[in-house]
């Protein structure tokens, strides 16, 4: 017991029991409202698991991706409010105009007079890019978001009237959103039966320790991949984000009518909740969509490293950088709050039907939620100190049980597990959206977002009280935001746009030629035309005076339309017409890579570089193509090249940092693994019930106590892509029985050659002189096959765990009257924790057989097990000097499998440089 004077408290000790008794009522409030909120919550669970049943019953109606790509392209506008967004607003839209497989559309972006900077950084895109048009609102900012949109819509009205047609559908975006390149695609197939689309949102990755920042992955994989999917099927209303949100031309007329003019409502902080409340009253269909794209990257299959085009799924979204502050989540979900719940309440009140008045009762039940949580969090920590004081602080009075009534207790436990579900369901979404390495701690977030969201609710509280004392109108609250690298966006884009990005991002295609030329003749990318009509035009146009640029663009289209060997075809002419035209080489060198050429491909990059050595980030493209192309001196060159420019990357943001790290890290490898001509090394196992003088082909994971070491030459062979012969000398002996004597008896050494006969699987052949030193040893030729494939085996200096899996197969044979046949494999599976800049624990599972036969002796026997791996590596520096040796220490239990084996304690040591 702790003694403390508490006599203040004996004369206070009525008090005390007072205040405990309204304690427990308090408790049993909180637990009451906590249960009438999990409930609900458990119920939207239950409905979405029925929607997805039923859907799996009724099958997969979603449209092909290849139907959506043909369908004609209706004429829409993208509209983008922009208020002291200078930071961000022109890297968005390059990115938007650019990574677009959608041609026909304009972006507005609607700016402030006083707002000169953002003013500034629009024109600048409007002059890259035709279709983008800055619009400066009559009033100076900060208005309402809503205000700015409806200008918006009025300036596109206006644009119709120069285009002779008009806009059909109107999307929503954010000045920080990056927008997917197959969106408009889809918004295209689905506007036509449809007043309003909503898209998923989600939040682009952040470190998993940093909790603000990831509670907003956690809330919006949730909201968008389970709870607008239940609302859309239920109720036939989809409220809107304010982002990925479409809004069809016969719905905005409707609402112009309506409203007189004003489609989004300025007196709401959300408009976009408010825009889609009035198109259900108007009697038109909302949905929320979510479709996975067939979508094709540059990057390598499982068994290769040679770059191809491969088609992956993938989730149509919004994406964007969410705060990474408690001060600004705070500020953004005051704002929802205050316009979904305060005002939403006194403005659209409960309409609509029993599922409609459900959905907007969870709008709101966060009023009260919010603050009861936190209330809860406060009444635990108020019990569990005071049952810390009756138990360890001398004196202390007695109180009695919070939970005095029966039926709060079974209030609780029917809490306790409805909090299980809900952190399940969590976890299974956020691992869904963004991965398992983001589950972990997702439990904890959940606190994270609690003091948030009871923050956001005294702030958007005492803004909607002064709000309705003063008679003052809300104004915009906006969130600061960032937007990611470019190196980041471009690895989300597809191999298709390869050519059309580096045109409009690095090159930019009016220079191609020269601007006056190409802006009076190329047509504007924002057109009625189908992809077969603008072919026509163009192959008029070049049969009437061929040029250049115009093959260059046809190329672009024909590449659009997956006909490569013809948009090669005229790259190749096109480069014939202008050979210094940097454009034209880029987009042709990434055509060879595409068609396998890489030979050509690297020649080409290195022409291209020449003509404009300001594009020197392109210059690992080429040693990639190099490599690959076998020219493995050259390629050396070209990575060092990659590495001496490292100094000339954006490296303002942390971002930008962290992106050059990576990059660099890549080039660092790949220097490591062309100039590495020599290697060695060594291992050394022990087993609990091992050992034995038994002939032994030394196994990657032997099933006796063994040691021994190989030295290795790896010579360039002609125009072979890789290293594909090792030249080795090997030693190994095996220990005698439970011990770690030497036995010499076992000694023996080979002289051999390995080939690895296809560049995108690791498969080695040998074939190697054993020569007999022990007496347990032999002379002869062994030939030998061994297949290895893994992930996450080599050091990720990035990720602070990964997955680990490897297979390991070896088949052996040595010929002559006391043949010796051996057929081994081993599997691991396992997670890799990073301890240091170069350490790793990894605990794995572990699954190996055996089958042999040693003259007229055979044996078989399997094994499982688990065990622990220490590895370090040597030689990294600073993320970007590549390792080039290695230890791993391991410990491993294996259960044997046949009764003809006992189980042991494996223990293995390999260091390999």
């Known amino acids: 017991m702790i003694p403390l004077d508490i006599t203040w408290l004996t004369a206070h000790s009525q008090d005390l029991l007072q205040y405990w008794h309204y304690v427990q009522i308090a408790f049993a409030v909180a637990a009451v409202i906590i249960l009438v909120s999990s409930t609900d919550d458990m119920l939207l669970d239950l409905l979405y698991w029925i929607v997805l049943l039923s859907r799996w019953v009724v099958g997969d109606r979603r449209p092909a991706t290849l139907a959506m790509r043909r369908k004609p392209e209706k004429l829409a506008a993208i509209l983008i409010p922009a208020w002291h967004e200078s930071g961000v607003i022109g890297h968005m839209l390059d990115v938007a105009a650019s ?55 009025r300036a596109a009205l206006e644009k119709e009237k120069t285009l002779g047609e008009r806009f059909e559908f109107f999307v929503n975006h954010d000045a920080e959103d990056v927008v997917h ?14 007043g309003m689309i909503q898209i998923p949102v ?42 990925g949100t479409a809004l069809g031309r016969d719905a905005l007329d409707a609402l112009m009518e309506a409203r007189k003019g004003e489609i989004f409502n300025r007196a709401s902080l959300t408009e976009d909740y408010d825009l889609a409340q009035a198109v259900t009253r108007l009697g038109f269909r909302s949905r929320f969509i979510r479709y996975r794209a067939d979508m094709p990257y540059l990057g390598s299959p499982w068994f290769s490293k040679r770059t191809v085009i491969q088609m992956k799924r993938e989730l149509v979204a919004t994406q964007e950088y969410f705060p990474n502050t408690i001060r600004t ?70 109180l009695p049980p919070v939970i005095a009534a029966p039926w709060v207790w079974t209030v609780v436990m029917i809490n306790l597990g409805l909090m299980l579900n809900r952190l399940l369901h969590r976890g299974l979404f956020v691992w869904y959206a963004h991965g398992r390495r983001y589950v972990a701690l997702s439990p904890l977030r959940v606190i994270t977002s609690n ?26 609250d906006k969130t600061s935001h960032s937007f990611p690298t470019f190196t980041v966006v471009r690895r989300k884009t597809s191999a298709a746009k390869v050519a059309i990005v580096l045109l409009a991002l690095v ?82 060198a990434y055509a060879y890579r595409n068609a396998g050429r890489n030979r050509e491909a690297a020649d080409t990059f290195e022409a291209a570089l020449k003509a404009d050595p300001s594009k020197f980030a392109l210059l690992e493209d080429e040693a990639y193509a190099l490599k690959d192309s076998g020219q493995l001196a050259r390629a050396s060159d070209a990575f060092r090249a990659v590495r001496a420019n490292k100094p000339r990357y954006p490296q303002a943001t942390d971002a930008e940092k962290l992106e050059l790290a990576k990059r660099m890290h890549r080039v660092e490898r790949e220097i490591e693994e062309l100039d ?23 196994n990657g994971t032997l099933f006796t106590s063994q040691a021994g070491a190989e030295i290795g030459w790896r010579p360039i062979l002609g125009d072979f892509p890789e290293r594909k012969l090792d030249l080795y000398a090997r030693t190994y ?10 036995d010499s008896h076992s000694l023996q050494f080979g002289l051999g050659a390995r080939f690895k006969p296809i560049s995108t699987i690791d498969l080695r052949l040998s074939a190697e002189r054993l020569i007999k030193s022990g007496s347990n040893t032999r002379d002869g030729w062994l030939g030998r096959a061994g297949y290895f494939w893994g992930r996450g085996v080599d050091l990720d200096p990035f990720a602070d765990n990964w997955n680990y899996t490897t297979f390991y197969g070896d088949l052996a044979y040595i010929p002559g009257s006391h043949h010796f046949f051996s057929a081994f494999a081993e599997v691991h599976q396992g997670w890799r924790f990073r301890l240091g800049e170069a350490t790793t624990l990894t605990p794995h599972a572990v699954f190996s057989t055996q089958y042999s036969e040693d003259g007229p002796v055979d044996h078989s026997t399997a094994e499982l097990g688990g065990g622990l791996t220490l590895s370090r590596w040597y030689d990294v520096d600073d993320y970007a000097h590549a390792a080039n040796s290695r230890a791993d220490l391991s410990l491993e239990y294996r259960a044997a499998l046949s009764s003809s084996d006992s189980s042991n304690w494996l223990l293995k040591l390999i260091v390999a440089r």
């Open 99 to 153: 990574f677009q497989e959608y041609r026909n559309y304009y972006i507005f972006v609607g700016t402030y007079p006083n707002d000169p900077a953002t003013i500034a950084e629009v024109e600048a895109a409007a002059l890259d890019h035709r279709n983008v048009c800055c619009v400066v609102t009559d009033r100076p900012g900060p208005t309402t978001k809503a205000d700015c949109l409806n200008q918006l819509v």
């Open 181 to 194: 390149a197959f969106e408009l695609k889809l918004m295209n197939w689905y506007i036509e039966t449809c």
């Open 202 to 243: 989600l939040s682009l990755p952040r470190n998993p320790r940093d909790f603000v920042a990831c509670h907003y992955m956690d809330e919006f994989a949730e909201w968008h991949s389970k709870d607008l999917v239940v609302r859309s099927t239920i109720s036939g209303m989809t409220p809107s984000a304010g982002v």
């Open 329 to 398: 989540a705070v500020r953004q979900k005051a704002r929802w709050m205050l316009g979904i719940s305060f005002m939403g309440w006194h403005q659209v009140g409960w309409h609509g039907t029993l599922a409609e008045k459900y959905f907007l009762w969870r709008d709101r039940k966060i009023l009260f939620a919010a603050p009861a949580a936190i209330f809860a969090y406060v009444l635990v920590i108020q019990i569990v100190l005071a049952i810390i004081a009756m138990n360890y602080v001398a004196g202390f009075p007695t």
């Open 451 to 476: 003091w948030i969201s009871f923050r956001a609710f005294l702030r958007a509280l005492r803004q909607y009280v002064f709000s309705l004392i003063s008679g003052r109108a809300l104004k915009w």
């Open 507 to 588: 090159a930019g295609m009016r220079s191609m030629n020269s601007t006056a030329q190409a802006a009076d003749t190329l047509p504007p990318a924002a057109t009625s035309q189908s992809d077969a009509e603008k072919l026509s035009d163009l192959n008029a146009k070049i049969a009437a005076s061929d040029a250049a640029y115009l093959r260059l663009e046809r190329a672009i289209l024909l590449q659009r339309m997956h006909r490569d060997a013809e948009a090669l075809t005229d790259l190749e002419a096109g480069r014939g017409l202008a050979p210094d035209n940097a454009n034209i080489l880029f987009a042709l």
């Open 676 to 698: 590495r001509a020599f290697y060695a090394t060594g291992f050394l196992s022990y087993r609990s019930s091992g050992g034995s003088n038994l002939f032994s082909v030394a």
């Open 733 to 742: 002996f095996s220990f005698k029985p439970d011990s770690l004597t030497y």
